[in-house]
């Protein structure tokens, strides 16, 4: 399912870029703030993660864009299973290698900015993952710390991606990118559990 999926997108980027008559590079470093949603059990708080790497907006006309980008991105969040005498509270660091693939809307210049929105799909592929929390058993409670877990963890994520912004301009390439987006993942982080993990993102680059 994951192939097929990641071949249409594909296709579908190839089809933008050579449609494309100018290419703009930047780089981006933010924070992001997770959580994971599982089908038993209960989540508990946000996760605190990061994100940084590379982006590219590849215009199809003035004001259109076709962006990417490649990140490494650790996200993560906590599951709540069983009770105070028998359960087990977990937090999970899963770190990705995501290529956001997104069509970039953008306003007309405003000063020495402009607005944009965009909308996409987010293919991420695991490279680590770890794992920390407390077991409790008959009311005793044992407490674990950076356990690999990464086996347990599919090795694709696919995400959807909305988000906007803001682009200041310092000169006439050169550019400030500041935003909010929200990556709402709908594939199984688990190979034998089935939950999602999400996050939004506070989005800070930098267009060369």
């Known amino acids: 399912m994951y192939k097929r999926t990641f071949l249409i997108i594909g296709l579908i980027c190839i089809g933008f870029v050579s449609k494309a008559q100018n290419f703009d ?11 994971m949603k599982p089908d038993q059990g209960s989540n508990s708080g946000a996760f605190t993660g990061f994100s940084y790497g590379l982006m590219g907006d590849f215009y199809v006309k003035e ?3 076709f ?3 490649f990140a490494v991105t650790s996200m993560g969040g906590t599951i709540i299973e069983g009770d105070s005498q028998n359960g087990i509270e977990t937090t999970y660091k899963i770190k990705y290698i995501e290529i956001p693939l997104s069509m970039k809307l953008k306003t007309n210049k405003m000063g020495q900015g402009q607005f944009y929105g965009q909308f996409g799909f987010v293919p991420g ?4 993952a770890k794992a920390s929390g407390t077991q409790t058993v008959g009311g005793i409670s044992t407490d674990f710390d950076d356990k690999n877990v990464q086996d347990n963890i599919n090795g694709a994520r696919l995400g959807l991606l909305i988000g906007g912004g803001y682009e200041y301009y310092f000169d006439n390439s050169t ?4 935003g909010l987006s929200f990556n709402n993942g709908f594939t199984d982080v688990f190979d034998n559990g089935k939950a999602t993990n999400s996050y939004m993102a506070l989005n800070v680059g930098i267009f060369f």
């Open 175 to 178: 550019r400030l990118a500041l």
């Open 63 to 65: 004001r259109y864009a």
């Open 67 to 69: 962006s990417t980008e």
């Open 25 to 35: 590079l930047g780089i981006k470093a933010h924070p992001l703030f997770g959580w």
């Open 125 to 128: 592929f695991n490279i680590g």
